[in-house]
């Protein structure tokens, strides 16, 4: 494994070497030997905090393969995976995935943060999208691929309502919390307790 100046590895990932190419993933290895994930044809991942005039926050529930369980999740979704739209724009992919698996359109987009999803595995980055606004607009739900069921949970029920899905037997996706973070710091609102 190579070093630099200051003997720190090597490992950077346009040095990657691919190892294993799959339909949407490939695993790589860097030249001082640490493993990874990336997508394969994507521009980026979205993840949207949909908030209702009434203070409803939009979350999905849908089963991941990965963990084996069902899973809640804020709406979310990839840029330019759809054939031709390889330089989707990460708001346009924010607006469409919100609309397939919510059936919500949102009148105003606020840009939040972007950030890795988990630096120790894979290279992919979230960027995280404020949606209020809120208008039904279609049945919601998901592709032909997804099986997605919609819930609307009060802003300060948000933590224990998704403790009750945990002792379900379901899990919960901490990007909620990162993006009612988020959300409170960019908002500055002017209640004491938005969430927790």
């Known amino acids: 494994m190579g070093e630099?100046?200051?003997?720190?590895?090597n490992d950077r990932p346009e040095d990657a070497q691919l190892v294993h190419g799959g339909k949407h993933l490939e695993f790589c290895l860097?030249?001082?030997g640490w493993e990874y994930v990336r997508r394969r044809e994507v521009k980026g991942t979205v993840a949207i905090v949909a908030i209702t005039d009434d203070k409803l926050l939009i979350l999905t529930e849908q089963y991941r393969p990965p963990v084996g369980k069902k899973v809640i999740e804020l709406p979310a979704g990839l840029a330019g995976d759809l054939p031709y739209q390889a330089d989707e724009p990460l708001e346009s992919a924010a607006r469409r995935e919100l609309k397939e698996e919510?059936?919500?359109v949102a009148k105003n987009w606020t840009a939040l943060r972007e950030g890795p999803s988990s630096a120790g595995l894979t290279s992919e980055t979230i960027t995280f999208y404020y949606a209020t606004g809120l208008t039904k607009?279609?049945?919601?739900g998901g592709d032909h691929t997804e099986d997605i069921r919609v819930h609307f949970v009060p802003i300060r029920d948000v933590p224990s309502w998704c403790a009750?899905?945990?002792?379900e037997g379901l899990m919960v996706d901490f990007k909620i919390?990162?993006?009612?973070?988020?959300v409170r710091s960019r908002s500055q609102l002017n209640e004491a307790r938005l969430w927790y």
């Open 137 to 140: 607009m279609g049945e919601g």
């Open 164 to 167: 009750d899905r945990e002792r």
């Open 177 to 182: 919390y990162a993006g009612l973070y988020l």
């Open 30 to 32: 860097t030249s001082g």
């Open 4 to 9: 630099d100046s200051r003997g720190m590895r």
């Open 102 to 104: 919510t059936g919500y």
